[in-house]
Structure formats: C-alpha cells, structure tokens
C-alpha cells in the first residue's frame, strides 16, 4: 500500500464548477499536510498547508481529518488556469511523501 | 520564487556512463533534497542533506551517491548510469528551523539514458 494515495483522475470540468480532491495517507506519526500544484514538464510549487481546523485561501479550501487519516481540497469557480496536476503531501520528522497527483482539466 | 537553479536542464546519456546533477540555492537553507518523479508514481526521495558534509539516503538510494561541500551546492551522482534512471531529478529545499515548513522545488533536470 502507498503512503499516500490519490485518485489520479482525471477530473474534466467545465468552468465554474467545483471540484473536490481526496488524499488519504498511511503514516498516523505525520505531522505536517500540504496540498501542491504542478503543471505539466514544470515543478511542483506549494498552494497551500493544510491545518488541522481547516483552512481556506481565496477558491481553495482545504481539510484534513486525522483520525480518517484524510486530507481534502475543494476547488470552487474553477477557472481555466486551474487547470494542473494537485499533489497531496504528507510529513512526518521531515519525511515528505508525496501522492502520485489528481489530474485536473478546466474547460471553457 | 525560491532561489534553486538545477544544471543542466536537460541531459541524454548512455548506459554505463557517470553523471552529474547540479542544485545550486542561495536561500542559505540548511536542508536539501533529490528526488525523481516517474510516471504513475509520486516523487520519490533519493538522498538528502542536513548541513554541509550530512547527508543521508532516502527511499530509492541505490545507484546514486550525493556530496554537499558548501551549505549552496548539493551535487546528484550516477555512477554508472541506467536506463532505469531516466526520469525528471528535482531539487529541494527546506528550512525546518520553523513548524510545518513545506519544501520549494528547483525546476528540474529531465535525463534520458539510451
């Protein structure tokens, strides 16, 4: 079993919609959550941390839940430009582990 | 953006030959990453270091051996290079001084054994 599982999709939907990604992560010693974005031949670049009473950042908010060992982010008016591959993170002593990504399409 | 040049961009090889991978940051960050990101998997660490001359391995080590002789430079070594070793190498740092510090990734070098 991975560490850290994401459904890899792909998600195809049309602007405006929401979007909801699922991770879930094996290790209950983590410590630290992170939702990342990586667009396609680039890096993968932090969108945001995930805490434990949830947080929010403009259109994106995420979740975690750490007795299901679960950690969310929802996607609100999706725009073209969110369009990417969405990388769960999960850490534990400095350990990151990475989900292999959910692939998202925004289309007009 | 985080100060982290990967050299070069792009390399092709053939089997059997050494390589070298270059991280370069001029964030003064203590802590720095290799790892390979391959199709249907996430990234993978392959070796990491803690300060100039620590390193340790990580995940998916064999093959590969690392040197860090200044805190801005954290060279990627294949000894003898395998096909099996074409993948994308990112970079990565992080200064774990502070709780819940994430990583920031270099651009990435895409190295293709024939």
């Known amino acids: 079993r991975k560490e850290v599982e994401q459904d890899p999709g792909p998600f195809n939907v049309p602007e405006g919609a929401t979007v909801a990604f699922n991770c879930t992560y094996s290790?209950?010693?983590?410590?630290?959550f992170f939702w990342y974005r990586q667009d396609c031949r680039k890096e993968p670049k932090l969108l945001m941390s995930v805490y434990s009473s949830g947080n929010e950042d403009g259109r994106f908010t995420a979740q975690l839940n750490r007795a299901s060992q679960y950690i969310s982010l929802l996607i609100r008016d999706s725009k073209l430009s969110d369009s990417a591959t969405y990388l769960c993170?999960?850490?534990?002593?400095?350990?990151?582990?990475f989900g292999a990504g959910t692939r998202l399409t925004v289309k007009p | 953006d985080a100060g982290i040049t990967q050299s070069p961009r792009h390399k092709v090889t053939e089997t059997g030959t050494p390589v070298t991978l270059r991280c370069h940051q001029t964030e003064n960050h203590r802590y720095m990453y290799w790892y390979r990101q391959d199709p249907g998997h996430g990234l993978r660490l392959i070796h990491y270091?803690?300060?100039?001359?620590?390193?340790d391995k990580g995940e998916v080590s064999d093959g590969y051996s690392v040197s860090r002789s200044k805190t801005e430079d954290f060279l990627l070594t294949l000894e003898s290079a395998t096909s099996s070793q074409t993948s994308v190498y990112f970079c990565a740092i992080s200064d774990p001084g502070q709780v819940n510090q994430p990583q920031h990734f270099g651009d990435g070098t895409r190295l293709s054994i024939l």
């Open positions: 290790n209950s010693a983590s410590q630290s």
């Open positions: 993170v999960v850490n534990a002593n400095n350990d990151m582990r």
């Open positions: 270091s803690y300060g100039v001359k620590d390193t």
